[in-house]
């Protein structure tokens, strides 16, 4: 056996058994040895600064909200079996919740603009201008170059659980969502139903053309994830959510929404098989009769002139 050989089949044996293979990346470099220059030490212990200036978004004013779903009548249901996604239409000025109900399930939440689905949610932007991790007064915000929130939470029956002590919450727009292709790529199977392609079903079941390029990165409703404190690695744990509890968002523009109950259950130990117990999620849209919203005018898109230094 030549020493490829034996690199080949030592890996193909450690690819059986994932739980002896290390989960560290050789990443840490410390000393000079190691290629550290002198002031290492010195250039790490600079200040970290917030990159977006919270204090410049739109103030998340609780009690327009809090008048606005007060009294709100249910105009639309859908269920979301498992393994499988729904889309749902959000009126701009109405309300939608997506609500656990049989048991622990996440799911995988896409957001487009009714009228044009070019326009899109922006997990990374959102990221840089709130947190890995949403919750009640958060917005949900746009691609470019639209930019603007499509949507904010206004109530999360979570949000007591903050953070844990592996630095772990919930609602992420970290992850993307689970795939088949990277399902493919790490274990050569395929798999049909990963959020990616239930969204994808959701889309052309409403006629969509091309629904593939349409989805895009998620919230990760209901989910609980984080990065290890040593590696960093994106890891995800069993999701705190129990029957009764709900996410709720204020449609600041008219949406076209998709939720795919995601094969991962409660995403305790997989995802992108059929191995984890699974639940339907519900999703309500909800109309304000309140007076408040009288008058009330949505965000604009950016008013960035959009000529990016050219001629
Ligand atoms: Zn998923």
């Not at 790529?185 to 049909?192: F, P, S, V």
């Not at 009764?244 to 949406?255: K, S």
């Not at 191995?275 to 408040?292: A, D, G, I, N, Y």
């Amino acid at each position: 056996m030549s020493a490829h050989h034996f690199l080949i089949l030592a890996g193909l044996a450690l690819s059986t058994l994932p739980c002896l293979v290390p989960m560290k990346r050789p990443r840490d470099v410390a000393s000079p040895a190691d290629g550290a220059p002198a002031d290492a030490d010195a250039r790490r212990r600079q200040p970290a600064v917030i990159a977006y200036r919270v204090d410049l978004l739109p103030k998340y004013d609780a009690s327009f909200y809090e008048r606005a779903r007060v009294g709100l009548k249910k105009s639309f249901e859908v269920e979301v079996p498992p393994r499988a996604a729904r889309s749902f239409e959000v009126p701009r000025g109405h309300f939608f919740r997506i609500h656990c109900v049989d048991g622990p399930q996440v799911g995988d939440l896409n957001l487009w603009c009714l009228d044009n689905l070019e326009e899109r949610f922006y997990t990374g932007k959102t990221r840089q201008l709130h947190a890995t991790h949403l919750t009640k007064g958060d917005r949900l915000w746009s691609c470019f170059p639209f930019l603007r929130p499509m949507a904010t939470i206004t109530h999360d029956s979570l949000q007591w659980y903050g953070w844990d002590q592996d630095g772990a919450s919930v609602h992420d727009v970290i992850g993307t969502r689970c795939d088949p292709y990277s399902n493919r790529m790490l274990r050569g199977e395929d798999y049909d139903h990963c959020c990616h392609s239930n969204l994808i079903r959701a889309l052309a079941e409403r006629g969509v053309a091309d629904a593939e390029k349409h989805v895009h990165d998620v919230l990760n409703v209901f989910m609980c994830t984080g990065f290890t404190k040593d590696t960093h690695q994106y890891f995800m744990k069993a999701s705190p959510v129990r029957p009764g509890d709900f996410l709720e968002f204020f449609a600041e523009i008219d949406l076209l929404g998709a939720l795919s109950a995601c094969p991962g259950g409660d995403t305790s130990a997989s995802h992108s098989d059929d191995t984890q117990r699974c639940f339907p999620l519900k999703v309500e849209v909800l109309e304000p009769c309140s007076k408040e919203l009288e008058g009330w005018i949505g965000p604009q898109v950016c008013g960035y002139a959009g000529k990016h230094g050219l001629a």
